[in-house]
């Protein structure tokens, strides 16, 4: 009922626990926080919460046009309502190294457990467009330095992100990732790998975990948990599948809507009201107080 009672700081502590196996967590993108409850539901390790369908729910592309308030808002949203660890992008911290650090304390008061702070130019555009732009080594660097050293929970995930691949290859990616280590960072987030023998390089030069970005229509091949998992690597997300499923068939059904002029033929395909009262845990509600809630619930 309401919202987790697994603190902040617990679910911290139990990423770091499971990233300390090796195994591979799987973090698919909530885009509100019912599908995060569904996450739960479905027995994923933690719930990531993507830049890109932040901006995109608010109608924006995904070129920097979210402020760092909209991003902590809807983290705290999602990151309250699930016991998983969440993981938020926070693009390129909002600015230089100073507001690199409010966004890391702004986003730790928000109750996740894992931000990823990347070396695009300001103001940056969606990992998987052409024509990014990445700042030189020591502004890289000095931004995970600020990261680090403003969080207050030591076990907040820190993770850096590395564009480089797109605009100077995989070696420079391998030099990039290392310096990114050397400046604290926790974990490592290489984006747009060309192949899977790339990724396993990666794995192969730092001793940090390192995340995988699974998004459908991008630079890199949709590779399976299996493969993933075979190269090392320990988190993989897919920020935008689930926005991806609801808009398609949002469109869809709306054609139907519009074609036919009622909704009869995909009923079959929606979830159920008894299946939304489910996950929004309605009999707990209904019996916290009745002399409050009285309510009969109907799953008809």
């Given at each position: ?139 890289a660097i000095k931004r995970i ?20 691949r797109a605009v100077e290859g ?131």
């Amino acid at each position: 009922m309401l919202y987790s009672t697994v603190t902040s700081a617990t679910k911290r502590q139990l990423l770091r626990e499971r990233l300390a196996t090796g195994e591979l967590l799987r973090f698919p993108g909530a885009f509100n926080p019912l599908s995060a409850r569904l996450i739960q539901d479905k027995g994923f390790e933690g719930v990531y919460i993507s830049g890109a369908v932040i901006a995109a729910d608010l109608g924006l592309p995904d070129i920097g046009l979210t402020t760092l308030s909209e991003v902590a808002t809807r983290a705290g949203q999602i990151a309250r309502m699930t016991d998983l660890p969440a993981i938020v992008d926070a693009d390129t911290g909002f600015g230089e190294p100073m507001n690199v650090a409010r966004t890391v304390q702004t986003l730790e008061d928000a109750g996740v457990a894992g931000l990823h702070i990347e070396d695009q130019v300001n103001p940056k555009r969606c990992g998987h467009l052409d024509g990014k732009a990445v700042v030189d080594s020591q502004t890289a660097i000095k931004r995970i330095r600020a990261a680090s050293d403003a969080r207050r929970d030591p076990n907040l995930l820190i993770m850096a992100r590395t564009d480089i691949r797109a605009v100077e290859g995989i070696d420079a990616t391998i030099d990039r990732v290392r310096e990114l280590v050397d400046a604290g960072a926790d974990a490592i987030f290489p984006e747009a790998m060309a192949n899977l023998d790339e990724f396993a390089a990666v794995r192969a030069a730092v001793d940090v975990p390192v995340l995988a970005n699974m998004t459908e229509f991008g630079k890199s091949e949709l590779f399976s948990h299996e493969q993933l998992a075979s190269v090392g690597i320990n988190i993989v997300i897919h920020p935008v599948s689930l926005l991806r499923i609801a808009m398609g068939a949002a469109e869809r059904g709306l054609d139907v809507l519009a074609a036919e002029g009622s909704l009869n033929p995909v009923v079959p395909d929606m979830q159920t009201r008894a299946r939304l009262y489910e996950l929004l845990d309605y009999a707990a509600y209904n019996t916290f107080d009745t002399s409050v809630y009285n309510f009969t619930l109907s799953v008809d």
